[in-house]
């Protein structure tokens, strides 16, 4: 987490199972959160991060802006009209009610699907700041990534993070910078996956006040990249050992045995689990548990810790 708060891995592993033990903390929420956001921008192709439905996805919110802006532009905004659709609250008749708040209901979903639909209603300025314009932000942020898409491309990413702090872009996301300046390494053919850029700020002295000169900024930007692939390069060493460790207990099963299967989920998920086993692997739950004893002292460290949902990984 960008502003210092971290949270407990089997905390965050049962929120997103959705089989919390306790009510989710606001840290929490905003961490898995973030794990969504990381999760769809790996899960579609690499420009597509980088555009309005992108950013909307990424925020959580669907494909909102994308799909109906130039539709928005033409129309007048009403924001009264939402409340007149739903001013059948107080019919004599309940299930009238009901009906007609269905119908408005698929009259907007027709006017979202025409691109005429009306913007949402005016968010509360004790949250949100009335003059700022995410619209016109996003299309600014956007800009810049255009401009500099022949840039190298730790340079491009430099300058698209700087941007983005500069326009202040999704105050109430800090963390989404870095996803998405990672996913423009990984656009230009950088990195095959997202560097922990997150994890590399953590890690680095750089902290933008907002007095920087454009090539301080740069070079925190690359000390924060130097920090991700050095993080990057510590878990891959704890890969390749695990997998030699597992290899030799591998090497002696049976040539019919699903152990080395197990190997290879347990190096190819952050987090395994003997559910998640038994269903990618075919088996019971009752053979995962023989085979997560086999492994004996080679088993990857278990990181709930807890015996109602136990889960284990190498990183």
Known sequence: MLDGHLVDVGDLVL??????????????????????????????????????????????????????DQGRRKRKPDPQSEDDDLSFANDAD???????????????TDRVLAGE???????????YDPDHDEAENEDLWLDVVKRTSHWPAVAAAAVA????????LYTRLPWLGLIVAAAILRARGLTSRLLPLAAGFKQSRFRPQG?????????GFCAVVE??????????????LARDLMSRVTAKCRSNSRLPDLVELFLSRPLVTVPLSAKLLKVTPKAVDLMLAQLGGALPRELTGRTRYRAWGIV
Not at 94 to 108: G, N, Q, S, T, V
Not at 211 to 219: A, D, I, N, Q, S
Not at 227 to 240: C, F, H, P, T
Request: charged residues 30%; without cysteine; glycine residues 6%.
């Open 117 to 127: 639909t009306p913007l949402p209603r005016s968010r509360p300025h004790f949250v």
């Open 161 to 168: 993070w700087n941007a983005w702090l500069d326009l202040n």
């Open 15 to 68: 929120h997103d199972a959705g089989m919390d033990v306790r009510h989710p903390t606001h840290e929490l929420t905003r961490a898995a959160a973030a794990l969504r956001a990381r999760r769809t921008a790996l899960a579609r192709p690499t420009p597509w991060p980088l555009s309005i439905d992108g950013l909307a996805a990424l925020r959580g919110i669907g494909p909102m802006r994308g799909e109906v």
């Open 227 to 240: 920090e991700a692939v050095a993080i990057g390069n510590k878990d891959l060493d704890r890969l390749i």
């Open 94 to 108: 309940p299930w009238k009610a009901h009906f007609a708040e269905i119908d408005a209901l698929l009259e907007r």
């Open 211 to 219: 007095r920087e000169g454009v090539l301080e900024k740069v070079e």
